[in-house]
């Protein structure tokens, strides 16, 4: 029996994270759920699965918090403080990192310092930290098993060849609603157009990032960290029908692919339950209807974002920390109605170009240029 904590367990990931645990119950119990202000989402969580905490992180909340909407034998606990006492908890053996944005950093923090085999969705973690989470997890010899689809497939691609005989891995993108757009006729695409995914049905954040393809840029710097590759071995190519998850090409030419239809439930349930695979309620391929795959390479005039993520890969160091950020504010500004859509990908690069570049910083310097970063953003309009 595996212990579980789910951190963000009322987002997107979340909500498919409980099903899994729900649908494995002699494998996978449920301990610890958090939710940053959607209290009765998480309350209803507490009443129909009993875990023995509950964390709301905006600690404002604490007051209109209804104790008898939870489950009396769940605990609630309120802010940061919170999300820490979780993940370190000797009771939790697994956690399920998927908060949003940099604010997920903390909880995976301290999941790895206590040697938690940490399910890891929040890519912005990777990216704002990848060295020193990967430094993290190696010394306390805690597991950072992927979540996201495209990393699940790679690590599982990769178990049919040694470390040293990879040529390189290719990320599959759905290319988002705007797939075949040239840069001006993006000018003009409103929110709800780039809330609309073709393919998954995801949080806010991540659904205007997979349609600017700073989603791809995003996976491109995750990739890197977590499976330690260099530069020149991570491509990336479009693949409208998100059933091929991702590629690993082998340096005799082989090239070893994860398929299944568009169901974040398995990535998850294989990072919940590996080594080991077993029956799942994800969607599964249909065999015995003709289908066509469709693949093309990415139109980087068209996806600028795409070319910072290769740029922010290859320099490392504070780059992907202003980028995370200046991303997280320019998609708020956008999501508000105060900023263009073509306007995310430029105050990324503005703000890129403007920083103090350091190659090793700390992670008290990569906290700092965060909130700067998110400041940068606001002077533009
Ligand atoms: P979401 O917006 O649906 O859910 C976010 C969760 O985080 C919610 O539970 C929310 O309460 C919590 N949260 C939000 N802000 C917070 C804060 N400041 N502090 C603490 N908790 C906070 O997001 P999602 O689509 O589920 O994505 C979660 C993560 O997983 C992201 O990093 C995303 O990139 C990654 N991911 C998502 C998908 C997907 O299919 N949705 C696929 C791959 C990776
Ligand atoms: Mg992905």
Request: hydrophobic letters at 45%.
């Amino acid at each position: 029996m595996r212990h579980v904590a789910v951190l963000g367990s009322t987002g997107s990931i979340g909500t498919n994270c409980l099903q899994v645990l729900d649908s494995l119950p002699d494998r996978l119990s449920l301990v610890g759920i958090t939710a940053h202000s959607r209290w009765r989402d998480l309350a209803e969580q507490s009443q129909t699965r009993h875990p023995r905490w509950a964390v709301v992180t905006d600690q404002s909340l604490a007051q209109d918090v209804e104790r008898n909407s939870f489950s009396p034998k769940t605990e609630i606990l309120f802010g940061e403080a919170g999300i820490e006492r979780i993940a370190s908890a000797p009771e939790v053996d697994v956690v399920v990192s998927a908060i949003v944005g940099a604010a997920g950093l903390r909880g995976t923090w301290v999941a790895l310092e206590h040697g938690k085999t940490v399910a890891i969705a929040n890519k912005e973690t990777l990216v704002v930290a990848g060295p020193l989470v990967m430094d993290l997890a190696k010394r306390t010899n805690a597991a950072l098993l992927p979540v996201d689809s495209e990393h699940s497939a790679i690590f599982q691609a990769l178990q049919v060849g040694r470390a040293n005989e990879v040529r390189r891995v290719v990320l599959t993108s759905s290319g988002g609603p705007f797939r075949g757009r040239t840069l001006s006729q993006l000018k003009e695409v409103t929110q709800k157009e780039a809330l609309a995914h073709p393919t998954w049905n995801m949080g806010p954040k991540i659904s205007i990032d997979s349609a600017t393809m700073m989603n791809k840029a995003l996976e491109v710097i995750e990739a890197k960290w977590l499976f330690g590759l260099r530069d020149d071995q991570i491509s990336v190519v479009v693949h409208p029908q998100s059933v091929v998850h991702s590629f690993v090409e082998f340096v005799d030419g082989s090239v070893i692919a994860q398929l299944s239809p568009p169901d974040m439930r398995l990535p998850i349930q294989y990072a919940l339950t590996y080594p080991d695979r077993c029956e799942s309620v994800a969607k599964k391929l249909d065999w015995g209807r003709p289908f066509d795959w469709h693949f093309e390479p990415p139109d980087l005039d068209a996806f600028p974002a795409l070319q910072l993520g290769f740029e922010v890969a290859s320099r490392g160091g504070t780059c992907g920390a202003v980028l995370n950020a200046a991303n997280e504010a320019a998609v708020e500004r956008f999501l508000a109605g105060s900023l263009g859509f073509c306007d995310i990908p430029r105050a990324c690069r503005a703000v890129l170009d403007q920083h103090d570049f350091d190659p090793t910083p700390s992670l008290d310097d990569l906290l700092r240029l965060d909130r700067w970063a998110r400041q940068e953003v606001t002077r533009w309009t």
